[in-house]
Nanobody
Framework: QVQLVESGGGLVQAGGSLRLSCAAS????????MGWFRQAPGKERDFVAAIGWSSGNTYYADSVKGRFTISRDYAKNTLYLQMNSVKPEDTAVYYCAQTYGSRWTTAGGYNYWGQGTQVTVSS
């Protein structure tokens, strides 16, 4: 079992920055990767970014490449998403997720999910 708790969401103006955090507990030592997904009202849950838990290798959706940075503090079991130059279309509920598997860019590849944190970008 893995428990994930996101924090750091809120309201931000377009062009601003926000940092999301995800505290992980439980059986995290054997994690293959952790990722961030987002879901806007009426839309599917989309991949945002992923990071290899041991390797630190990172992957990004094209829509956030160059603006968002995923990172992790291995010792603190914490995942981060630094969001810069945010846009109104970044508005969504952001979820962190954990996987023991190899499919890191699809929601179906993840084993555990947090409860989500709302990010709203005003224009």
């Amino acid at each position: 079992q893995v428990q994930l708790v996101e924090s750091g969401g809120g309201l931000v103006q377009a062009g601003g920055s926000l940092r999301l955090s995800c505290a992980a507990s439980g059986r995290t030592s054997s994690s293959a990767a952790m990722g961030w997904f987002r879901q806007a009202p009426g839309k599917e849950r989309d991949f945002v970014a992923a990071i290899g838990w041991s390797s630190g290798n990172t992957y990004y959706a094209d829509s956030v490449k160059g603006r968002f940075t995923i990172s992790r503090d291995y010792a603190k079991n914490t995942l981060y998403l630094q969001m810069n130059s945010v846009k109104p279309e970044d508005t969504a509920v952001y979820y962190c997720a954990q996987t023991y598997g190899s499919r890191w860019t699809t929601a179906g590849g993840y084993n555990y999910w947090g409860q989500g944190t709302q990010v709203t970008v005003s224009s």
